[in-house]
């Protein structure tokens, strides 16, 4: 009985369709987080819209929020179709007025923007695993996919922050040894 389920699994990742390729562990284990972290990004995004007072940043966030929504249905389709169960979803949040927030409890849009700059350096990273982990071919293309999404959204983060000025640049080296 095992004998014939490595068979058919052997035989499945021989045939050239990857979706009847099984997942192993790994593929598993990193779709599944990757979804799991991104449900709770987009619950922290729609805060961050709440707290934003700067338009341009706004529109990244919703940005951030289509792309993450986009992301998650395909996941989702991905493992359920592999009878994975999926992780728990927050609740979205609600729409406030900015206003309505008392100022001390306010996120400040450089720190919203800092944060949105650390979740995509985290997010290329989590795609390059699963890239190089995936025996799927279907699995590893998603992912390079939203790399690239990421890649492109990241850019965009990074040119917002050195116009509004919040960028913090570590210690720049000005000073090059002579060469004489």
């Known amino acids: 009985m095992k004998l014939n389920m490595i068979r058919s699994a052997i035989m499945g990742i021989l045939s050239g369709n990857p979706q009847d390729e099984p997942m192993h562990y790994g593929e598993v284990f990193g779709t599944w987080t990757y979804l799991a972290v991104n449900k709770g990004c987009l619950v922290a995004y729609q805060t961050f819209v709440n707290h934003a007072g700067d338009d341009d940043l706004k529109k990244l966030l919703q940005e951030a929020i289509q792309g993450i929504k986009t992301e998650n249905q395909q996941i989702e389709e991905l493992l359920k179709a592999n009878g994975i169960a ?95």
């Open 86 to 180: 999926l992780p728990p979803s927050p609740p979205e949040r609600p729409v406030a007025k900015l206003e309505d927030i008392p100022i001390g409890a306010r996120f400040a849009d450089p720190e919203i923007s800092a944060a949105l700059s650390m979740d995509v350096a985290k997010g290329l990273v989590a795609c390059s695993t699963i890239m190089g982990q995936s025996i799927r071919e279907d699995i590893a293309a998603m992912f390079g996919q939203f790399h690239i999404n990421k890649a492109i959204f990241g850019a965009k983060v990074l040119k917002l922050n050195k116009e509004k000025g919040w960028l913090v640049p570590p210690p720049l080296h000005l000073d090059t040894p002579n060469k004489d």
